[in-house]
């Protein structure tokens, strides 16, 4: 019995040095849990770094930003109910696998489920998928170094608009972003002062047709369903049945995947690498990062048109805004709304990218074809990791031969500037940028859009 609690010790130890290891090699693979920090690595050492972005616009000098709207994501938060349910199953099930007079025997025997087993569950239901305290030290660090990058915009004094979702975490962002722009900008910490948009955050909510065909709607996720119980997926789900010393049977695709996530959420939320992290291998970690982006492009990104014609009002909403300082610029009057902010979720972003074209595969994503979307552009946890942002920003330029050329556009997503479709370039003239948009802009309308079809066919049939 000595040997074997000297044995169990040295297991510890070994397992505690391999899972800073394979933990590291994680974290770019954790979809729409991943961290901003895994986009922008710089602001590991200093969160509020501009990085590469103190190297400028690239416009000329005589360019003066006049507007800038932002459309964030929320920050960090916990888990939804239903994840630590399942997570809380998956924990109960290692805690009666291994009986108490055994502990030492099953930890020689199964080291990764002793640790597990002894892992204090913290997650209660209750949390929710609220905001997390990293969550509201992303939007403050996110707001001073947005207001680091166009000072002018953000000076003392200037109005600001700010809206959000109804979701608790979204309310809570936008005051958190407030209070990082200081006491010029700030009303206090009362999260009601920031404006409810559901019908432009949440757009998603109303579209009767997204809801009816794609949301609720089983067969919509076809692909998804057949990655779960393909080749790829059942590797994984064996290899960490073996590792947790589990009949594979009690296992599935979703509980894999609650343990893959539960490394992210520590990672995201507490800092540090969780013993979860220790089932999975990086390539156990870009299995489950498709399965992640298979849902996300099926149900928020190109798999079906409705997805992102939903968000057209959004889309108007944003150039007709811009259209707003441009006149108003012409007029020589101040712009009423220099600078304008909305939280909502990766559901808000990733249909309007969608819609604008960006981060679409020449080959759709599916269930067989995993090894071919290797280099895919659709990454999820590239593009709307926790306090993704979008940021337009109109600018009127001096000394232009050319009339079209005063009123300049750059879009920024996660504060790396974004090369047009269009062009292929980081800077575009606003009469350009409407004039490619300009089908959607002019013939996308969100009511015709989101009705139900009369006839009662399937999503693959009607979408």
Request: hydrophobic fraction near 40%; proline fraction near 5%.
């Amino acid at each position: 019995m000595a040997s074997l609690r000297v044995g169990a010790v040295l297991l510890f130890a070994v397992l505690l040095l391999l899972l800073e290891v394979a933990s590291a090699g994680l974290n770019g693979y954790f979809g729409t849990k991943s961290r901003y920090e895994d986009v922008n690595p710089y602001l590991v050492r200093d969160p509020l770094s501009l990085g590469p972005a103190a190297a400028g616009s690239g416009l000329p000098p005589s360019c003066a930003p006049l507007q800038l709207r932002a459309l964030l994501r929320h920050g960090t938060r916990y888990p939804t109910a239903e994840q630590i349910r399942r997570l809380g199953d998956l924990h109960a099930r290692l805690l009666r696998r291994r009986p108490a007079a055994d502990a030492e025997l099953s930890a020689a025997a199964c080291p990764a489920a002793a640790a597990l087993a002894a892992w204090q569950m913290w997650y209660n239901e209750s949390l929710d998928g609220r905001l997390a305290p990293q969550g509201r030290r992303d939007m403050e660090h996110l707001a001073r170094r947005l207001a680091a990058r166009f000072p002018a915009l953000f000076a003392a004094r200037r109005r600001l608009v700010l809206a959000s979702s109804s979701k608790h975490r979204c309310l809570q962002s936008g005051a958190a972003f407030r209070r990082g722009l200081g006491p010029s900008f700030s009303l206090g910490g009362d999260e009601a002062e920031v404006e409810v948009n559901d019908s432009l955050m949440r757009f998603f909510d109303h579209c009767a047709k997204f809801v009816a065909l794609v949301e609720e709607n089983d067969t919509a996720m076809g692909q998804v369903k057949a990655f779960k119980e393909g080749p790829e997926m059942r590797k994984v789900v064996e290899k960490v049945a073996s590792a947790l010393c589990l009949p594979v049977e009690e296992l599935n695709a979703d509980l894999v995947q609650v343990a893959f996530l539960t490394c992210s959420y520590e990672l995201a939320i507490k800092n540090v690498t969780s013993p979860w992290c220790s089932l999975f291998s990086e390539e156990d970690a870009k299995v489950l990062e498709y399965l992640n982006d298979l849902k996300q492009y099926w149900k928020r990104g190109y798999g079906y048109d409705i997805n992102s014609r939903s968000s057209c009002i959004l889309f108007q909403d944003i150039f007709q805004h811009l259209d707003k300082a441009v006149e108003e610029s012409k007029s020589s009057k101040p712009i009423s709304s220099p600078v304008i902010v909305q939280v909502g979720h990766a559901e808000t972003l990733q249909p309007l990218l969608a819609l604008m074209g960006f981060f679409k595969d020449d080959e759709p994503l599916k269930a067989n074809n995993y090894i071919r979307q290797t280099h895919r552009k659709f990454r999820t946890g590239r593009i709307v990791p926790y306090a993704a942002n979008l940021v337009f920003v109109l600018y009127h330029c001096d000394q232009v031969k050319n009339p079209e050329e005063e009123y300049q556009v750059q879009m920024l997503l996660n504060e790396k500037l974004m090369l047009f479709q269009h062009s292929n370039e980081t800077i575009s003239t606003y009469a350009e940028l409407k004039h490619y948009y300009k089908n959607i802009l002019e013939n996308c309308h969100f009511k015709e859009e989101c009705e139900l079809p009369k006839v009662n066919n399937t999503a693959i049939d009607e979408l």
